[in-house]
DNA sequence: TGGGCGGATGTTATATTATAACGTGATCAT
DNA sequence: ATGATCACGTTATAATATAACATCCGCCCA
């Protein structure tokens, strides 16, 4: 189900990285917003707001729904973060320098969602936002199908 | 707003097709179906399930909800009707037999949501797929941003 | 040094979106 | 006509998300 050996591993790695890209664009990267990043790619896959909320409430004493959505928001805008709409769940972002080529495998089947960076679908997309002077702010691309792992299973 | 000149006729026009596309399919196209689907229509452009089921109030008794979403799923499965995730919206589909390559500019100012078929994209998409053996059965691609319009007047 | 500003979080309440579960009625093939 | 199946009605509630206002905390600077 993981693409990282050692899981531990991953979640510092992605811990490390937001502490230096929040540092650098002069962000406030709290206990909070740390602990609900660390969470949510503890989850290694995509994860639903109250699913945090609870996990949470283990930790830190009695958090309510709006400072967890707060806590997400900072990390979506931010690009530490991925929204999965068709879900309405959250993962935490592999690649925040190339954030907005990200998109998303999702089984479902298991349940992983697999985040891709592919310049070919984003310039498709740029392309067609040009010829019709769209100016694109965001991208949601959420393609919903069976892995390779779950299609040998049947 | 729009990019059918009289309006009537694009509802009429959609109302047709999916009569024949259900007719060819053996599906039922019910008097609730068509009626949900006629208002999606009207609506011309991303509309709320909540918001079907007011206006559907005043036409049919006492709709409740599951009423609502029973035919919009009917509708979404047989690609007469888009579900815009990010917006959890629904949207008529002016293309229902190139249904799975649609996908949409969602203008954030106006709320129109322009939809697109470009196979550019989605076979961009699909060679992804296939090197990753991932087997896509639904595409969800929505790009948020300013329309042409938009940008104009501001 | 303390006063005020702005951003982050706490707190209460509620809005919005969606579905489970079960009953009833319509339709259709045999 | 009867049983199977699908559509719809109905009640209740689950799941997701935000509004609005209070409090706290760090920071600037007068």
Redesign the pocket.
Same mark, same amino acid.
């Given at each position: 189900m993981h693409n990282c050996t050692t899981h531990d591993d991953c979640v510092a790695d992605a811990l490390q990285q937001a502490e230096e890209i929040c540092a650098a664009r002069e962000? @406030?990267f *709290?206990?909070? @917003?740390r602990k609900v990043l660390e969470l949510v790619w503890e989850c290694h896959g995509p994860v639903? !707001?109250?699913d945090l909320l609870e996990k949470l409430d283990h930790r %830190?004493a !009695? %958090?309510?729904?709006? *400072?967890v959505? @707060? !806590?997400l928001?900072?990390l979506t805008e931010n690009g530490l973060v991925h929204k999965i709409s068709s879900l309405?769940a959250f993962v935490g972002c592999s690649h925040p320098l190339r954030h907005p080529e990200c998109y998303f495998l999702i089984c479902t089947e298991c349940g992983e969602a697999e985040e891709c960076c592919n310049s070919d679908i984003v310039s498709a997309v740029a392309k067609t936002a040009r010829e019709k002077d769209f100016k694109a702010e965001q991208i949601t691309l959420e393609i919903s199908g069976r892995c390779r792992e779950c299609q040998k299973v049947n």
């Open positions: 962000l @406030r *709290t206990e909070l @917003r639903k !707001a109250y %830190i !009695a %958090i309510k729904p709006p *400072t959505y @707060r !806590a928001d900072f309405n």
